[in-house]
T-cell receptor
Framework: KQEVTQIPAALSVPEGENLVLNCSFT??????LQWFRQDPGKGLTSLLL?????REQTSGRLNASLDKSSGRSTLYIAASQPGDSATYLC??????????FGAGTTVTVRA | DTGVSQDPRHKITKRGQNVTFRCDPI?????LYWYRQTLGQGPEFLTY????????KSRLLSDRFSAERPKGSFSTLEIQRTEQGDSAMYLC????????FGPGTRLTVL
């Protein structure tokens, strides 16, 4: 069974600092990996999708890396803003359909 | 609007009652998924459909739960004889390669 772990569980940084969010998974045989953002009481917004053959994916201030052999992915958010405050979830797709999620990292960006 | 929609957004019910949730996926997506999320945890997979066929069900989906997707369009998730442990956010997603999520239905069982 695929286990996904996100560390730290919570993170508080001053505005402007770069954010580094970590995700580890136990089975390297993955289909793809997605990073999501979730605001309190809301659904999930897809941020980045990394195919199993890719090493990284970028969108604006966001960059995600993938190292399948070590079972790790990292989400970098440059120059954080208060609007980046949310919970960030990593999800691994171990097969053709379902996603296995970590518990998330709750980020607070202080103005 | 081309996103995934869910209805209702919130549902409060008494223990023992039946509830039904609806999900409308992105129109061109053949695959539809249901997940459940409890406070402080990531979503957990419940079931998925390829068009109208339900292809996989998690062990989390007890016999009190039933999901349908008639004609391969919208989907419904019904919970019979609700229990307090069913209180959670029920999330629907659609997509073949990348999954796109709806806003969720928050269920509270009193």
């Amino acid at each position: 069974k695929q286990e996904v772990t996100q560390i730290p569980a919570a993170l508080s940084v001053p505005e402007g600092e770069n954010l580094v969010l970590n995700c580890s998974f136990t089975d390297s045989a993955i289909y793809n990996l997605q990073w999501f953002r979730q605001d309190p009481g809301k659904g999930l917004t897809s941020l980045l999708l990394i195919q199993s053959s890719q090493r990284e994916q970028t969108s604006g201030r966001l960059n995600a890396s993938l190292d399948k052999s070590s079972g790790r992915s990292t989400l970098y958010i440059a120059a954080s803003q208060p609007g980046d405050s949310a919970t960030y979830l990593c999800a691994v797709r171990p097969n053709d359909y379902k996603l296995s999620f970590g518990a998330g990292t709750t980020v607070t960006v202080r103005a | 609007d081309t996103g995934v929609s869910q209805d209702p957004r919130h549902k409060i019910t008494k223990r023992g009652q039946n509830v039904t949730f609806r999900c409308d996926p992105i129109s061109e997506h053949n695959r539809l998924y249901w997940y459940r999320q409890t406070l402080g945890q990531g979503p957990e997979f419940l079931t998925y459909f390829q068009n109208e066929a339900q292809l996989e069900k998690s062990r989390l989906l007890s016999d009190r739960f039933s999901a349908e997707r008639p004609k391969g369009s919208f989907s419904t998730l019904e919970i019979q004889r609700t229990e307090q442990g069913d209180s959670a956010m029920y999330l629907c997603a659609s997509g073949e390669y990348e999954q796109f999520f709806g806003p969720g239905t928050r269920l509270t069982v009193l």
